[in-house]
């Protein structure tokens, strides 16, 4: 089902090629009517066919449109495939009000726009969400959480990864959304979460690192990816306790 909102201040604005334009339409054909987040997952394929253009315009009015703030990419990594969030400002259609004010409709309410404009019901809502998550997780000190993980690849598995400032960007958000998952997960703190990270990769180099067919997955690619993450720590767990009991 197309989503019934209708993206008025896109078609207005002056910053956009014609061809963002279009690709943002066929993106916000993709939004379902009841996800808060505006979250879509539409191939380039997929959008390349809808709006007559080639992947490669596709890939590149995606890029001017985050650029311009109207889509943006969550932080999702390991659930493979990309994740594309309307940034609902940037849909928002405004029109003028009797008394000739301009105005902005927000999810059903209109807002008048003298002065600072207050948020959005879908910004209110994320706030909210954010402040109210019990186990937050802190983001001091992620890094040093990431290199440890990293190097318990390195030091059990023989792994030739890069840590410090020289990381892999993909390694370093991948084992950050793994590690703050199993803080919402499992509670505790990012401290915790790395240590239970680590033994995860303990656990897998030993089951899979003597198996030729399986040595080579014991990689953060496949150990950490979000879909998996809970079964494997379940695995972890038993391993641990198996290990205890000997």
């Not at 334009?21 to 066919?49: F, G, Q, Y």
Request: include cysteine; charged fraction near 30%; aromatic fraction near 4%.
């Amino acid at each position: 089902m197309p989503s019934p909102l209708f993206p008025t201040t896109i078609m207005a604005r002056t910053d956009l090629s014609d061809a963002a334009k279009v690709v943002a339409i066929a993106i916000l054909w993709h939004v379902r009517p009841a996800d808060d987040r505006m979250t879509c997952w539409p191939s380039n394929r997929r959008l390349a066919e809808m709006t007559g253009k080639t992947i490669r315009t596709v890939q590149r009015r995606i890029l001017e449109l985050e650029a311009a703030g109207v889509v943006q990419r969550p932080d999702v990594s390991g659930v493979g495939r990309r994740i594309l969030e309307v940034v609902p400002d940037s849909i928002e259609p405004e029109t003028t009000n009797d008394m000739g004010t301009s105005q902005v409709t927000r999810g059903g309410v209109t807002d008048d726009m003298g002065g600072v404009s207050p948020m959005s019901p879908i910004r209110k809502a994320r706030k909210k969400g954010k402040e109210e998550s019990p186990h937050k997780p802190p983001h001091g000190g992620i890094s040093e959480k990431v290199d440890e993980v990293l190097s318990a690849f390195n030091d059990v598995a023989g792994r030739d990864y890069r840590t410090g400032p020289k990381r892999s960007k993909a390694h370093a958000r991948l084992i950050t959304a793994r590690l703050k998952q199993e803080v919402e997960a499992s509670g505790g703190d990012m401290d915790q979460a790395a240590t239970r990270a680590v033994l995860l990769v303990r656990c897998y180099q030993e089951k899979w690192g003597d198996d030729p067919k399986m040595c080579d997955y014991v990689r953060p690619s496949t150990l950490f990816q979000a879909a998996k993450w809970a079964d494997r720590m379940d695995d972890t767990r038993r391993w641990v306790t198996g290990r205890n009991g000997r």
